[in-house]
């Protein structure tokens, strides 16, 4: 009998699903036996029509119960279509909980179609677990034959995947839908199937998590057209990969990116559980960084530029070059990565070497910036690693850029920089060389400005909530005030200059320093300076206190509103003490440098700068209450007065100011010096100077007197009426010459770096007098008729020179006997000198006196007849009669240049410095 039909109705079906393929237990021996039958051609199979069967199918997950509707004709399934139960399929590493499906099955010209359209409870494929979705399965694939149980032939699959929640490690995806396709051929069994062909894979998420970033939709894609998928012990796959990642707000903390886009080509590989994968292509994206905060009105130029480039930004690398295998992700650039900000600011990144920018959670890179208002930066990223609170880098650094009122700003350092928590620091591990070209503040600007800034306690730099701030210890510390005309050396210092909710703000305790004069014609020596600076809502304030080898010698009290560019800097020495053997005025100001010691005393100084939009101003007023000092000239008692500055940079004085002294102790007591001056920055204009000597006055034409010491002036001494003779007493050379003569008459004279040179200078006689000669001076003398001439030496550096024998007497020299003879005791009523310097430091006198011989006992000569008639009286010493007339030429030369070097060195020894420089040698 032949079947040409068999239904059934309601069947149930027992199989387990093995590694081999389906088992259906006892009936597989049966099954086996069927097939090694030879067919009977001519015998068809009847169709076997199932009516709302249940396969209960066992597999290594568990049971899986089909119920379906099923049409076999000639032994080939043609048809099928059922529902499966909720349960648990396993395929390798694939596991899923299935709530529900649909299945369908269609077999045409050998080839089976297969649907599959399920509620997906939950997956997971490795270390990837996937939500609550659904799942739709097409699939074209050889029919099964005895020889190849899953066929072998063209193979085609598409699924589509949507779940609610998908997730690997620490990323997540919410609302994906993942679908692929496949094209190809398939070979082998269940065990060792193997496919081979072209494909592509798309994952599109509604929102995410991963990598430390929140995100919203993503995009991705992969495809290849040699794809091969092998199914074994280590299952495996490979091929050429293409790959595109669309990503729109990113975020991680402060980083918001609006837009990624990422596409790759390169090798893919997994094997053993394993992924591996070398991908290269371009990255781009866009979004701001908030971590600087918003732009502030207050803030500095340099720091708004940096936080409009943070706000808005978009980045492109070329070649992104990205290789994944057992140690994760690793991120390399080819070529440089460029970053432009919506404010054309640019910063381009690169990698160091052969070391990757990122793997393992760090990397290593270079960094440049500029344009924009940016500071040009050049950073050389050594190490940085990325966790989960942030990222930590090792870094060199170098900069120049502006930072408000810091113009010129160069710096180079070496340190840590964290970015994390809404913070960034930056750690410096040695001092940092910083310098700039000016501290604009006006007319009050500070120039040259260079420092070491070294570690503190805190951080070198700190940046939170869009505050920031710099500190650390300033030393080495140099700068230029011009408007002061000084400077700052030296200097050691605690800063601190940031930007906090006040605006920008400074303090700045002054450890040490020195402030030294940088005037033309400096008006102090270098002074020890102390004290604490700060700013604090655009008002600067400090208290200075200025010292000389330890002793305090004035403190400045400093004041300025930014707001309207008015302060002031308050200079006050207070009473300052001069003691012997204690602080001088030599060691405050060059000024000074006439004022020897010991100096004993007192004096004070108070003034300062002002300065407003309108300009800068400074004063001062110099009180001398009392002062006794050595001068070159000679010891100075009680100088007084009053010194008033209308500008000390540069150091000029009101007209009129004066100075006087009880006496000045020269060759002879000068009483009542006394001088009107004006000091003009460059000069010293004096209007009026005199001193009481020797009965009458010596008095200074006006004359300007440069302060640069290698110029030459030309000043004239007026004498009216000065009386001589205690001058000349106390001359090195009175012990030969005496002079009572009270003289009128004016000596020009020129002074500058050679000294002092007379140029003819004229004095004469106001009235008689008496010139006393000792012939021990004299050196040459000769006489006729009624006039004589005599040189003088034996002066100054000659003082202990002496003249040859006097030659016998004879009749040839008698004239020049009374020659001798009348100067040693001469009466004068007239008495003129022309005073001129002459070469070699030596100062020329011409004399012309006229007068009669004057002895103190009255003197005759007394001839005897016999004595005439010999004329033998010319062969002894003959006595010039008193009354003799005397017309005299003497011309007199002395050293003045040794002889003022003698004194001054005298004074010297006294402790006053020189006038007159000395001699070359």
């Given amino acids: 009998m032949e079947l040409d039909e068999i239904a059934l109705f309601n069947p149930v079906i027992h199989a387990r699903l093995t590694p081999e393929g389906p088992s259906l237990g006892a009936l597989d021996p049966l099954i086996a036996e069927f097939r090694r039958r030879p067919s009977r051609p001519e015998t068809p199979s009847p169709d076997i029509i199932i009516h709302n069967g249940l396969l209960k199918l066992e597999h290594n997950a568990g049971l899986a119960e089909i119920q379906a509707d099923a049409l076999m004709t000639a032994g080939v399934l043609v048809k099928l279509s059922g529902r499966l139960a909720p349960t648990r399929l396993f395929l390798d590493d694939l596991t899923l909980d299935i709530g529900g499906a649909r299945l369908g099955l269609v077999t045409r010209d050998g080839g089976t179609s297969v649907s599959l359209a399920a509620q997906l409870v939950s997956g997971r494929f490795g270390a990837l677990s996937v939500g609550a979705g659904d799942v739709s399965l097409a699939l074209n694939a050889p029919y099964p034959t005895a020889e190849t149980p899953l066929g072998t032939g063209p193979f085609a699959m598409a699924v589509t995947a949507s779940s609610a929640e998908l997730n690997r490690h620490e990323v997540e995806l919410k609302n994906f839908v993942l679908s692929a396709r496949f094209q190809g051929r398939s070979a082998g069994g269940l065990a060792d199937l193997t496919l081979r062909g072209g494909g592509d894979i798309r994952l599109d998420a509604g929102s995410g998590r991963g990598a430390g970033f929140t995100f919203g939709a993503v995009f991705g894609s992969a495809q290849s057209a040699n794809l091969t998928w092998r199914r074994g012990p280590n299952t495996e796959s490979s091929g050429d990969v293409k790959i595109r990642v669309r990503g729109r707000d990113l975020d991680r903390e402060d980083l918001a990116l609006s837009r990624v886009s990422l596409d790759l080509i390169g090798p893919v590989r997994q094997a053993g559980g394993s992924l591996t994968a070398d991908l290269v292509g371009p990255l781009s994206l866009a979004g701001r960084w908030g971590g600087l905060g918003p732009v502030q009105p207050e803030d500095l130029d340099t720091v708004g530029a940096v936080k409009r480039a943070a706000q808005a930004f978009a980045g492109t690398a070329p070649a992104v070059q990205v290789a994944y295998g057992k140690d994760g992700v690793r991120l390399s650039l080819t070529a440089p990565a460029r970053i432009v900000s919506a404010s054309s600011g640019t910063v381009s990144l690169a990698a160091r070497g052969g070391t990757a920018i990122f793997a393992d959670g760090g990397g290593a890179f270079d960094v440049e910036a500029s344009g924009g208002g940016l500071p040009n930066l050049d950073a050389e990223v050594v190490r940085y690693q990325l966790d989960q609170n942030g990222f930590e880098a090792d870094t060199r650094v170098s900069v120049a850029t502006d930072l408000g009122p810091i113009q010129g700003l160069e710096s180079q350092a070496s340190g840590r920089l964290r970015v994390g928590d809404g913070e960034v620091t930056y750690v410096a591990t040695t001092c940092v060389p910083v310098a700039f070209s000016r501290f604009e503040a006006g007319e009050t600007s500070v120039e040259a400005i260079s420092l070491r800034l070294c570690p503190g306690a805190d951080p070198l730099f700190a940046l939170k909530d869009g505050r920031w701030r710099i500190s650390g210890r300033a030393q080495g510390v140099s700068a230029q005030a011009p408007f002061l005309q000084a400077g700052l050396e030296r200097g050691r210092a605690d800063v601190v200059f940031g930007v906090n909710a006040g605006g920008l703000f400074s303090q700045a305790q002054i450890l040490n320093g020195q402030v030294v004069d940088r005037a033309t014609s400096p008006r102090f020596n270098p002074l020890d300076v102390t004290g604490r600076v700060a700013l604090n809502q655009a008002v600067w304030g400090g208290d200075l206190k200025l010292s000389s080898s330890g002793a305090a010698v004035a403190d400045i009290r400093l004041d300025h509103d930014g707001s309207d560019g008015r302060g002031a800097a308050q200079v006050d020495t207070g009473l300052l003490l001069f003691t012997e053997g204690g602080l001088q005025p030599s060691e405050l100001s060059p000024l000074a440098a006439a004022i020897g010691a010991p100096a004993v005393g007192s004096l004070r100084f108070a003034g300062g700068f002002q300065w407003s939009p309108a300009g800068l101003t400074s004063s001062g007023l110099l009180s001398v209450p009392g002062l006794d000092f050595a001068s070159p000239a000679g ?199 022309e005073v001129n310097s002459l070469p070699g430091g030596r100062l020329g006198v011409l004399f012309n006196i006229r007068g009669a011989h004057s002895p103190p006992e009255p003197q005759e000569i007394r001839l005897t007849l016999g004595e005439l008639i010999r004329r033998d009286f010319m062969n002894r010493e003959l006595p010039l009669p008193s009354g003799t007339e005397v017309d005299l030429t003497l011309d007199t030369s002395l050293n003045l240049d040794q002889l003022l070097a003698d004194y001054a060195d005298a004074q010297t020894v006294r402790g006053s410095g020189e006038v007159q420089p000395p001699e070359p040698r």
Avoid: C
């Fill in 635 to 833: 010891p100075v008692r009680g100088l007084t007065g009053e010194i008033a500055f209308n500008s000390l940079a540069p150091l000029q004085t009101a007209p009129g100011q004066q100075l006087k002294a009880q006496d000045l102790q020269l060759l002879t007591p000068l009483t009542a010096p006394r001088a009107t001056f004006q000091l003009l920055g460059e000069s010293l204009t004096v209007s009026a100077g005199a001193v009481d000597v020797g009965g009458g006055t010596v008095r200074l034409e006006p004359m300007i007197i440069p302060l640069d010491i290698h110029k030459s002036w030309r000043g004239e001494l007026v004498i009216e009426g000065v009386q001589l003779a205690d001058i000349v007493s106390a001359t090195p050379f009175a012990d030969r010459v005496s002079l009572s003569a009270r003289v009128s008459g004016r000596l020009p004279f020129i002074a500058g770096p050679d000294g002092i040179k007379f140029v003819q200078g004229r004095l004469e006689a106001i009235e008689p007098g008496r010139l006393s000669i000792r012939r021990a001076a004299l050196t040459e003398i000769s006489a006729s008729g009624g006039g004589t001439r005599a040189d003088l030496e034996g002066l100054g550096a000659e003082l202990g020179e002496q003249i040859a024998a006097t030659p016998p007497i004879t009749e040839a020299n008698t004239a020049v006997e009374f020659a001798y003879q009348a100067m040693e005791h001469l009466a004068f009523d007239v008495l003129n000198a």
